[in-house]
C-alpha cells in the first residue's frame, strides 16, 4: 500500500476543518481608518476670540519675491488670526499698501490698518498690522531714539493700544545684526536705552518689547546684550526663553540655527504669561507649506514669526 506522507495528511486535516466548520467562523469586522487631516496653510491657526495675540516677524526685505510674496502674507496674517503685528524689514512702502488692501479683501470679518515708518538704513523699516475693530490707538505711533541711530539703526517703533479694557504699550525693534564684537556692543547699548526709556516713561505700564534683536538669550553673562533686562527678573521676562533653553526646531532661525526673535514684558504683565490659557510659540509657517522651508525662505522670510496669546482684560 502507499503511505501518505505525513505532512500532506496534516495539510488535508487542516484544509477538512477549514472547509467543513467555515460556516462557525466568525470574522473581525473590517477595519476603516481615516487618512490624516492635510496640513495646508489654511489649518494655521493662532489667535482665539477670548485672547489678545501680537506677533514679531521679520518679514525679510518684504517682499523679497514681489506680488508672490504678497499674496502668501495675504492668507497668513487672517489665519494666523493675531490682533497685532509687529514687522521687520518692511522695504516697499507701495507693496506694503498693497497688502494692506488685500488682507481686508481676504478677510471680511475683520478691519486692518497698518503703519508703517520710513527712517531706517536701507529702507527696512519697521512697521505694524493691526485689528482696527479689536484694537483702539490710544495716540499716533510714534518712533523713539530717532538720534540715536549708531546703536538703534531702526528707531524703535511704538503703539499704545487698547484691547478689552486692558491698555498696552509695545515697543517694535530691530536690533543691529551680526556677530562682531562692534556689533554685540551696538545691541547691548540699545538694549540700555530701551531699558531706560521704560523706567523713565513708562515705569507702570504693562509693556511689551519685541522684535527681531538679533542675539541669544543664554550667552554669558560677561558677553550677554540682553543682561539689563536678565538682571532684574522681577521686572522683566522674556516670554519666550522656553523657546530659547528648549529644542533647536522650534527657534526662530533655521537658518543659523538661533533663536533671535524675542518678546519682553514688564511686571504688570507676570499674571498674565503665567495664565493657563496664555501660550508663546515659535509658528512655523514653513510647516504648512507644500514647498516647505525652502518654499518659505524663497518667498517670505528667513526668519518665523513668533507669537504670544495672553488672557486679558478679568
Not at 55 to 67: L, S, V
Given at each position: 500500500?502507499?503511505?501518505?506522507?505525513?505532512?500532506?495528511?496534516?495539510?488535508?486535516?487542516?484544509?477538512?476543518?477549514?472547509?467543513?466548520?467555515?460556516?462557525?467562523?466568525?470574522?473581525?469586522?473590517?477595519?476603516?481608518?481615516?487618512?490624516?487631516?492635510?496640513i495646508?496653510?489654511?489649518?494655521?491657526?493662532?489667535?482665539?476670540?477670548?485672547?489678545?495675540?501680537i506677533?514679531?516677524?521679520?518679514?525679510?526685505?518684504?517682499?523679497?519675491?514681489?506680488?508672490?510674496t504678497?499674496?502668501?502674507?495675504?492668507?497668513?496674517?487672517?489665519?494666523?488670526?493675531?490682533?497685532?503685528y509687529?514687522?521687520?524689514?518692511?522695504?516697499?512702502?507701495?507693496?506694503?499698501?498693497?497688502?494692506?488692501?488685500?488682507?481686508?479683501?481676504?478677510?471680511?470679518?475683520?478691519?486692518?490698518?497698518?503703519?508703517?515708518?520710513?527712517?531706517?538704513?536701507?529702507?527696512?523699516?519697521?512697521?505694524?498690522?493691526?485689528?482696527?475693530?479689536?484694537?483702539?490707538?490710544?495716540?499716533?505711533?510714534?518712533?523713539?531714539?530717532?538720534?540715536?541711530?549708531?546703536?538703534?539703526?531702526?528707531?524703535?517703533?511704538?503703539?499704545?493700544?487698547?484691547?478689552?479694557?486692558?491698555?498696552?504699550?509695545?515697543?517694535?525693534?530691530?536690533l543691529?545684526?551680526?556677530?562682531?564684537?562692534?556689533?554685540?556692543?551696538?545691541?547691548?547699548?540699545?538694549?540700555?536705552?530701551?531699558?531706560?526709556?521704560?523706567?523713565?516713561?513708562?515705569?507702570?505700564?504693562?509693556?511689551?518689547?519685541?522684535?527681531?534683536l538679533?542675539?541669544?538669550?543664554?550667552?554669558?553673562?560677561?558677553?550677554?546684550?540682553?543682561?539689563?533686562f536678565?538682571?532684574?527678573?522681577?521686572?522683566?521676562?522674556?516670554?519666550?526663553?522656553?523657546?530659547?533653553?528648549?529644542?533647536?526646531?522650534?527657534?526662530?532661525?533655521?537658518?543659523?540655527?538661533?533663536?533671535?526673535?524675542?518678546?519682553?514684558?514688564?511686571?504688570?504683565?507676570?499674571?498674565?504669561?503665567?495664565?493657563?490659557?496664555?501660550?508663546?510659540?515659535?509658528?512655523?509657517?514653513?510647516?504648512?507649506?507644500?514647498?516647505?522651508?525652502?518654499?518659505?525662505?524663497?518667498?517670505?522670510?528667513?526668519?518665523?514669526?513668533?507669537?504670544?496669546?495672553?488672557?486679558?482684560?478679568?
Amino acid at each position: 500500500m502507499k503511505k501518505f506522507p505525513i505532512t500532506f495528511a496534516i495539510c488535508g486535516l487542516f484544509i477538512f476543518l477549514i472547509i467543513g466548520c467555515g460556516e462557525n467562523i466568525s470574522y473581525p469586522p473590517e477595519i476603516t481608518i481615516d487618512p490624516p487631516p492635510e496640513i495646508t496653510i489654511d489649518s494655521l491657526f493662532f489667535g482665539t476670540d477670548s485672547t489678545f495675540e501680537i506677533i514679531t516677524w521679520n518679514i525679510e526685505w518684504f517682499p523679497k519675491n514681489g506680488q508672490i510674496t504678497v499674496d502668501l502674507v495675504t492668507q497668513i496674517i487672517p489665519i494666523i488670526d493675531a490682533d497685532v503685528y509687529a514687522l521687520q524689514e518692511i522695504e516697499n512702502s507701495n507693496y506694503f499698501a498693497t497688502l494692506l488692501q488685500e488682507i481686508n479683501d481676504f478677510d471680511t470679518l475683520n478691519t486692518w490698518q497698518g503703519f508703517r515708518a520710513n527712517s531706517a538704513y536701507a529702507y527696512i523699516n519697521l512697521a505694524y498690522i493691526y485689528k482696527s475693530n479689536e484694537i483702539t490707538l490710544e495716540e499716533d505711533i510714534y518712533e523713539i531714539y530717532q538720534d540715536e541711530n549708531w546703536n538703534l539703526p531702526r528707531s524703535p517703533l511704538v503703539m499704545e493700544i487698547e484691547w478689552n479694557g486692558t491698555e498696552i504699550t509695545i515697543i517694535n525693534n530691530h536690533l543691529k545684526a551680526f556677530s562682531d564684537g562692534e556689533s554685540e556692543e551696538r545691541r547691548r547699548q540699545a538694549c540700555i536705552l530701551l531699558e531706560n526709556y521704560i523706567v523713565q516713561n513708562l515705569p507702570n505700564e504693562k509693556v511689551i518689547l519685541l522684535g527681531d534683536l538679533n542675539d541669544s538669550l543664554l550667552d554669558d553673562e560677561d558677553d550677554n546684550v540682553f543682561q539689563v533686562f536678565l538682571d532684574e527678573p522681577g521686572n522683566y521676562k522674556f516670554a519666550d526663553m522656553e523657546i530659547a533653553t528648549g529644542s533647536i526646531t522650534d527657534w526662530s532661525y533655521p537658518s543659523w540655527p538661533s533663536h533671535i526673535d524675542h518678546i519682553l514684558t514688564t511686571n504688570e504683565l507676570f499674571d498674565e504669561i503665567n495664565d493657563e490659557n496664555s501660550e508663546i510659540q515659535t509658528i512655523k509657517i514653513d510647516e504648512y507649506l507644500d514647498g516647505g522651508w525652502s518654499e518659505y525662505e524663497q518667498s517670505i522670510s528667513d526668519h518665523r514669526p513668533v507669537g504670544i496669546k495672553l488672557k486679558l482684560g478679568e
